[in-house]
């Protein structure tokens, strides 16, 4: 006698009450987590007053700078590819 498939419950339009919180995704030793602590460390004074400030707020070099280390980390190099990971990447949208 075959056993009866069960399957887990899918539904692409149920609405979550509590979204996770991307930090519950990201392990607590991954890598991505070591760029982010060296980062908030380093005093980044001088990059913040390149910025001449006026028209629409920019983002925060601080958070741009983790980007750009942890891609390169990662052997990414391409500003498109950046640009896909941060979209679709859990590591990268974690640090933005």
Do not use: C
Request: glycine fraction near 4%; charged fraction near 20%.
């Amino acid at each position: 006698m075959k056993a009866k498939v069960v399957f887990k419950t899918y539904n692409q339009s149920q609405l979550s009450l509590l979204p996770p919180s991307y930090d519950d995704l990201v392990p607590v030793n991954h890598p991505v987590r070591i760029v982010n602590t060296i980062i908030d460390q380093i005093d980044i004074a001088d990059l913040e007053r390149s910025y001449k400030g006026g028209g629409t707020s920019s983002y925060h070099p601080r958070m741009l700078l983790k980007v750009i280390i942890y891609a390169y980390l990662r052997n990414m190099y391409s500003s498109r590819k950046i640009e896909q990971a941060l979209l679709e990447n859990i590591h990268f949208m974690w640090l933005s």
